[in-house]
């Protein structure tokens, strides 16, 4: 097979650019909406369903965004229009905290004091479970232990410990010298046996 022929199919396009590149934008623009409306569980913690998800519908619009062109300009065109669109939408919503907030949603408190908001759970299809290991990567054992605990836009968990009394305070403090005490007396009984 010549060169020129390969050359050809490598980079010939089937399709005119301006659809190459208005393709991308328009999958992009409908999956950003999708996301947004299927909550942010979705970016929170993939489960192997999750994955499964996310893995098919990334196959499932690969041909809404390159079409029946499988050349190389027609790849490379089509990857300019999603970096493009993302940098667009990225500035936008740099510039104006309005249309971020518009776009992105707001944080979700899911434990406040200690006590967890079942309701919000629900909204953002997250089992009692899910929760609790999300918690337990934080570094806490029980829900008592947070003060506050928010599901953010971009599906990041934020969780904030709850701050001991002064009255907790000062009763570790007291526990904790007691027990040195009791280890300082249980060290001298064997010294006062051996008189």
């Avoid at 089509?78 to 905290?97: E, F, K, M, T």
């Avoid at 919000?120 to 054992?141: N, Y």
């Avoid at 701050?163 to 300082?184: C, F, G, Q, W, Y």
Wanted: net charge neutral.
């Amino acid at each position: 097979m010549p060169h020129s022929v390969i050359l050809s199919h490598m980079f010939q396009l089937p399709l005119p650019i301006l659809e190459k590149l208005l393709r991308p934008v328009i999958v992009y623009l409908v999956l950003v909406m999708l996301l947004r409306l299927f909550g942010k569980r979705e970016l929170a913690q993939l489960n192997p369903f999750d994955l499964v998800v996310l893995l098919s519908l990334s196959n499932t619009v690969q041909n809404a965004i390159i079409g029946e062109d499988n050349s190389v300009t027609g790849g490379l065109i089509g990857a300019v229009g999603l970096l493009g669109i993302n940098w667009l939408v990225a500035r936008a919503l740099y510039r104006s905290p309005r249309l971020s907030r518009m776009m992105e949603g707001h944080s979700s408190v899911l434990v406040r004091d200690g006590i967890i908001d079942r309701k919000a759970l629900e909204r953002e299809s997250l089992s009692r479970e899910e929760l609790l290991e999300v918690i337990h990567r934080q570094g806490f054992e029980r829900f008592d232990q947070v003060r506050r605990c928010e599901l953010e836009p971009s599906g990041t968990f934020y969780v904030e410990a709850v701050e001991p009394s002064t009255v907790d305070k000062h009763h570790a403090e007291l526990l904790a010298r007691i027990d040195a005490l009791s280890r300082e007396v249980a060290a001298l009984r064997p010294q006062q046996a051996g008189k």
